[in-house]
């Protein structure tokens, strides 16, 4: 792909970030998946931040909000329908999420458009189809652009505007695991079919560990 230097300032932000939540994960040493999630300082201790509140609509027109999700961890990605890159190879590796998962009732996907504009309710709705899914399992959600922008970040994920490129649209290929708590505990690159299967493992991992603590 090809970057401005603007959005290369906000990748190596990003990346920047990413690195030294890893690096304070890392030093937990708990023997399970490490919390990501960016920290902040509250009241004199540092705490994990949440995904923040949010609200979209799906690919049956069902509101979807934080509480979707209560009791369950889910598996995120950003991409738009018609994507000529990366979104193809993303959506193959999100189908082989939801195959592998599909009877576990505590995870769901969750795919944000980052092309409001042209994925309408209606074209997520076919997108979906394509694919054979139903919303119980995986939603594919579109909202207003600056939401669906903004929340990527606290997701790890870059999402730009580039004329640079095809459709103007350029976007990181991460997957990312969020927990039941809100927090970020595992990704990778959605492109790469072997770091897919890791990302698995780490999937059963954290809901072998939810079941256990309920």
């Known amino acids: ?46 705490i994990h931040q949440e995904i923040p509140a949010f609200s979209f609509v799906n690919q049956d027109s069902q509101m979807i909000t934080n509480e979707t999700f209560h009791e369950k961890a889910y598996v995120v990605d950003f991409f738009f329908t018609s ?18 998962f599909e009877t576990e009732a505590g995870l769901v996907l969750l795919s944000h ?12 709705a ?34 730009v505007e580039n004329d640079d490129v095809p459709e103007g649209l350029d976007h990181s290929g991460r997957l990312v695991l969020v927990d039941k708590n809100k927090h970020i505990r595992a990704f990778c690159n959605g492109t790469d079919p072997k770091e897919v299967d890791q990302f698995m493992v780490k999937i059963q991992q954290l809901l072998t560990e939810e079941k256990n603590v309920e």
């Open 83 to 100: 994507c000529p890159t990366i979104c193809p190879t993303l959506a193959q590796q999100m189908l082989r999420i939801h195959d592998r």
């Open 1 to 46: 792909m090809k970057y401005s230097t603007d959005n290369w300032s906000i990748i190596k932000y990003s990346c920047l970030v990413f690195a030294l939540s890893l690096l304070l994960a890392s030093c937990q040493g708990d023997g399970g998946l490490p919390i990501l999630s960016r920290q902040v300082e509250k009241d004199g201790v540092l």
């Open 126 to 159: 076919h997108y979906a189809r394509n694919l054979g899914v139903s919303s119980e399992r995986w939603h594919f959600v579109t909202g207003e652009k600056s939401e669906l922008f903004g929340i990527a970040d606290d997701y790890f994920n870059i999402v």
């Open 113 to 124: 458009t980052i092309d409001p504009k042209r994925d309408t309710v209606a074209k997520l």
